[in-house]
């Protein structure tokens, strides 16, 4: 309990209650520094990394209970067994759900997140178009076992009560953003399910649980994880269906088919929470300059970009949906650090990655180097005139000079 309460003799002692009392008022950049202040039993200030699988019981035998383990003297450091619960993970859950808003559920990677969904919710239909490649292979998989039916976002008028409307923004590649609340509503309004995949924009980009998702699935392997080291996947769940217990049935199931993250990962991912709002800020920044940049130089009809690029594509330049104004209302803290480029030949998509310096011919995003993948190395059926721009954390006048110089040199060498 709060140790400056009436009566004292002047002394102040920072709690777990008050700091749990003031960690709302904070923003997003203190919380993921000081949210899990309270969460160790060691006084070091850099998070353990706890590797054990087991736990041992209570010594004294009076106190024993079946499939408990709960320490009073340290409640977020009560563990049995590593797939149920383990304290790094424990510790990184807890800094998201103050970073998120929501109770946060992770998960090995970004698709057994999604896998999570499908138990939980059991859809006969969903309604998906476009978006993640592993997302549609997930839906099939469920055809499979369950029969679940796949249809697009153009047939909304044909949903009924327990259907999902999965939606992913930005967009994957092209980084433009779809309206959650036009989503929200039409589900709601059957009694489906609002699922957004929100990868593209973690905070403090966007939060769709602002426009009413049901539940909110992030691939914490791009920017939560950061350094193209980890592999993550998370869910936020919104208040009123933690009190439907969803996440009480979501972490069930994910203790039975074991798709927890390993110890090494999540004490990672609290390593990289911690500038988490540095690097998206700042991703998002250098994107959306970027690609102002091009749109400029695309206006010169002289100029080496309007000669070898057609168009490029970021919710920066959306336009009508800006006129609009649901763009810059769900996406507060700035848009997507993903973009697209779409070549004026093959041949150039092709060629470009490999002249590039700064950024690395690799697929994946989110991490502090900055990537440029042809597209069709990876996404099945894209036009092959598709690059996909994935922002690090480098300078942006070397992004520009690097970009500037490699198709400077395609011209020269493809006139
Ligand atoms: C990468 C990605 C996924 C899958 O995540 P994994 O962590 O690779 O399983 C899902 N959705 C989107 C939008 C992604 O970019």
Wanted: glycine residues 8%; negative net charge; contains cysteine.
């Amino acid at each position: 309990m709060g140790s400056n309460q009436d009566g004292n003799d002047g002394k102040f002692i920072l709690t777990r209650e008050l700091l749990d009392e003031a960690l709302p008022k904070f923003a997003i950049a203190t919380k993921a520094v000081h949210a899990d202040d309270f969460s160790s039993t060691h006084k070091a200030i850099a998070p353990c990394m706890h590797t054990a699988v087991n736990f041992r019981y209570h010594r004294d035998p009076d106190t024993l209970k079946p499939h408990e383990n709960t320490d009073p003297a340290n409640p977020q450091d009560s563990h049995i067994y590593a797939r149920y619960t383990a304290p790094n993970t424990t510790r990184f859950e807890k800094v998201l759900r103050e970073i998120f808003g929501g109770r946060v559920i992770s998960y090995s990677c970004g698709l057994a997140a999604f896998h999570g969904i499908m138990c939980l919710l059991r859809p006969k239909r969903i309604f998906i178009t476009e978006g993640y490649h592993g997302v549609h292979r997930g839906i099939r998989l469920m055809e499979r076992l369950i029969g679940v039916q796949k249809l697009t976002l153009e047939d909304l008028d044909q949903l009924e009560a327990g259907d999902i409307v999965h939606v992913e923004t930005p967009l994957n590649p092209t980084g433009t953003a779809r309206n959650l609340e036009y989503y929200a509503d039409k589900a709601h309004a059957k009694g489906a399910y609002l699922v957004v995949d929100s990868t593209f924009a973690p905070p403090p980009l966007q939060n769709p649980l602002n426009q009413g998702a049901d539940l909110v699935m992030h691939s914490g392997t791009k920017y939560i994880g950061g350094h193209s080291d980890m592999l993550c996947g998370l869910l936020v769940v919104p208040q009123h269906r933690v009190d439907e217990g969803w996440d009480g049935t979501l972490i069930e199931d994910r203790r039975t088919y074991g798709s927890i993250m390993g110890n090494m990962e999540s004490w990672l991912g609290l390593r990289s929470l911690r500038t988490l709002d540095l690097r998206v800020g700042k991703q998002s920044a250098t994107a959306t300059e970027l690609v102002s940049w091009l749109s400029t130089e695309l206006q010169k009809p002289d100029s080496v970009i309007a000669r070898t690029i057609e168009k490029v594509e970021h919710a920066s330049i959306q336009h009508d949906a800006l006129k609009q104004g649901w763009l810059q209302k769900q996406m507060p803290g700035g848009y997507g650090p993903v973009f697209s480029l779409w070549t004026k030949k093959a041949e150039i998509a092709q060629r470009l990655p490999s002249r590039l310096y700064v950024f690395q011919h690799a697929t994946s995003l989110g991490g502090v180097e900055s990537l440029m993948e042809w597209r069709a190395m990876s996404d099945e059926g894209r036009d092959p005139r598709v690059l996909r721009v994935s922002c690090g954390v480098e300078d942006v006048n070397d992004m520009k000079t690097d970009i500037q110089q490699a198709l400077e040199s395609m011209i020269r060498d493809f006139p």
